[in-house]
């Protein structure tokens, strides 16, 4: 988790390469754990500042991922970034596609709170 924070921090202080030493070390630390909640946020931050060709890929990748887990918060702030790219690129019908993802995903993590306070 670390190692997570730090490669985004330094990421949004332009340190690209002390980013990258973290960001790769992260990824290498959380690809043998059984929860892979750690290894997709590193990727999913290495696709939005390293691989851009990749970006649409991994995100949807990881996306599926924390869905299979019911990771809601999670879903939400991914799918709404995705959703912004599509709608920065103009690819209107996708983005509406992860923005209502998101929604359902607010949708079940209120469902799940309720349930939990009931």
């Known amino acids: 988790q670390n190692l997570y924070l730090l490669a985004r ?3 949004k202080t332009d340190q690209i390469e002390t980013a990258r030493n ?6 290498i630390l959380s690809s043998g754990h059984e929860d892979q909640e750690y ?3 590193c990727k999913l931050l290495e696709a939005k500042f390293l ?3 990749r970006f649409e890929h991994i995100y949807m990748e990881g996306i599926n991922y924390y869905h299979e887990q019911e990771r ?9 970034e995705l959703a912004a ?3 920065g690129t103009e690819q209107y ?3 509406c596609d992860y923005f209502d993802l998101a929604i359902i995903a607010k949708y079940n ?7 939990a306070h009931a």
Do not use: V
């Open 9 to 11: 921090n330094y990421f």
């Open 22 to 27: 973290y960001l790769s070390e992260g990824i």
């Open 39 to 41: 290894y997709y946020h």
């Open 51 to 53: 691989k851009p060709d």
């Open 72 to 80: 809601w918060r999670l879903i939400i702030e991914y799918c709404e």
């Open 85 to 87: 790219y599509y709608r």
């Open 93 to 95: 019908k996708k983005a």
């Open 109 to 115: 993590m209120e469902k799940e709170r309720a349930i």
